[in-house]
């Protein structure tokens, strides 16, 4: 049963914009800290940013400056704002939430970035 569902990948060219969205609606346990995490070909899977109940956040250096995460409490939903984006942006992401019992993690949406 999918828990977090993802939407809003797709192919965009350099300097474009994304905006990830995770449906995590259907999780019956309080959750805690919300992320994004990213995989690129042939690399490890690597935080890109995180949230936490409270809206602290943190990035990855890589990001900084133009991915900006935040999250909706009552819809159980965080989002993944992605402005200037570059080629070694290119990668499947996934959504991440964390729960006092039980990690859970969406299914993937692949970001392409390339003219």
């Known amino acids: 049963q999918v828990q977090l569902v993802e939407s809003g990948g797709g192919l965009v060219q350099p300097g474009g914009s994304l905006r990830l969205s995770c449906d995590a609606s259907r999780i019956i346990f309080s959750i805690n800290a919300m992320g994004w995490y990213r995989q690129a070909p042939g690399k490890q899977r690597e935080l890109v940013a995180a949230?936490?109940?409270?809206?602290?956040?943190n990035y990855a250096d890589s990001v900084k400056g133009r991915f900006t995460i935040s999250r909706d409490n009552a819809k159980n939903t965080v989002y993944l704002q992605m402005n200037s984006l570059k080629p070694e942006d290119t990668a499947v992401y996934y959504c991440?939430?964390?729960?006092?019992?039980?990690?859970?993690w969406g299914q993937g949406t692949q970001v392409t970035v390339s003219s």
């Open positions: 949230i936490s109940s409270g809206g602290s956040t």
């Open positions: 991440n939430a964390e729960t006092r019992f039980v990690s859970y």
